[in-house]
């Protein structure tokens, strides 16, 4: 069965990707997921923060960030676990280029316009294939309006289109007002791709210290819901290319998300929890699936149950909330 896909004009011979995450922190991790058969690897985040504190010495400012925003502090421990500043990822990233040859993407997050932007171009110069920008971002004061932020994101890739001419992938929450029209505008602005959705790391209280416990959770299938409403909304509209992240763990996972219009499908949970064999798995079970559903490829399956192509594209809309609600009974 032909699994071909293209991703931020990448070719792929399959669309399974293993996500940002600890999966590309070594060069053995990296080499194992290519073996394990990944059509291509993320590798974990450098962040705006770390790049301002290694340029500032300011070590103070990244812990006082990890400490105020629980949210960050899953991402912060393992960056800090990773023990990388920029000057060692941009080093991990070139030995990797060298150790394996699926195509790379790095990761960079953060959310202001400052001069964190200009490691796009060192990122490049290591021979990576693509570079994915994780906005990853809460606002905090009553005084930050989406069009603000929107506004702050929109300078952001514009900086970073300027410093590189690598594919960029916008890695987005699905916390929008309208995620078409801002999709529209990353596409109008020179972005490759978008990558549906981040994942947000929510503190718990701890009833008895009155703390708050950051705590990070892998995810399971139910949070792929949320994606395939906005892969099937998105799907068709845009050239740009789009990612899946958050919830594929079966087969009809991955089937669905394809279905929805996902060109590439982002796991992380499923191989943290049971290993990188699972690439080969999905891969496997996936073919085998269109094979017997007589299709001639991947291709011919995706985006057939997007709001383009779906035989009842209600199902994603107001009226179809409407019925749902009143189709209730006790
Ligand atoms: C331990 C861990 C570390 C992660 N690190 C990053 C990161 O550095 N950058 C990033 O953009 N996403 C990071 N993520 C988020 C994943 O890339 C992914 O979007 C998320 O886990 C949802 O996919 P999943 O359901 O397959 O886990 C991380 C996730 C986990 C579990």
């Known amino acids: 069965m032909n699994l071909q896909t293209s991703y931020l004009g990448l070719d792929l011979p399959h669309p399974f990707i293993v996500g940002a995450s600890p999966l590309g922190s070594t060069v053995d991790r990296v080499r194992a997921a290519e073996d394990a058969g990944a059509a291509a690897l993320v590798f974990h985040s450098l962040f705006e923060e770390q790049i301002e504190h290694h340029e500032s010495g300011l070590h103070a400012h990244v812990e006082a960030y990890a400490e105020s925003f629980a949210e960050a502090s899953g991402y912060f421990s393992s960056a800090v676990d990773y023990h990388y500043g920029p000057e060692e990822y941009l080093e991990h ?58 506004a702050n994101f929109i300078e952001v890739v514009g900086k970073i289109r300027e410093a590189v001419s690598l594919p960029l992938a916008v890695k987005l929450s699905p916390f929008f007002t309208s995620l078409p029209h801002f999709v529209r505008r990353l596409e109008l602005d020179g972005a490759a791709g978008v990558v549906l959705f981040n994942r947000f790391y929510q503190p718990d209280i701890d ?14 299938s139910s949070e792929l819901l949320l994606r395939l409403r906005w892969l099937a909304m998105l799907h068709g509209r845009y050239e740009l290319s789009i990612a899946c992240t958050g919830g594929i763990h079966t087969r009809d996972d991955a089937l669905k998300a394809v279905m929805a219009g996902a060109d590439a499908l982002q796991l992380v949970s499923c191989l943290l929890q049971k290993g990188l064999g699972q690439i080969e798995e999905l891969r496997r079970e996936v073919a085998f699936w269109l094979e017997e559903q007589e299709y001639e490829s991947l ?15 209600e199902a994603l809309e107001r009226a179809n909330y409407l019925r749902i609600l009143q189709s209730w009974e006790a």
């Open 207 to 220: 009833l008895e210290s009155l703390q708050l416990k950051p705590s990070l959770h892998l995810s399971d």
């Open 299 to 313: 291709s011919q399956a995706r985006g057939s149950m997007s709001y383009l192509h779906a035989p009842n594209p």
């Open 93 to 150: 990233l070139a030995q990797c280029r060298k150790a394996v040859d699926m195509p790379l993407i790095a990761s960079l997050n953060g959310t202001t316009p400052g001069g964190w932007t200009h490691y796009a171009r060192q990122i490049a110069e290591t021979g990576v294939d693509a570079l994915e920008l994780n906005l990853y971002y809460q606002p905090r004061t009553d005084e930050e309006y989406g069009a603000l932020i929107e």
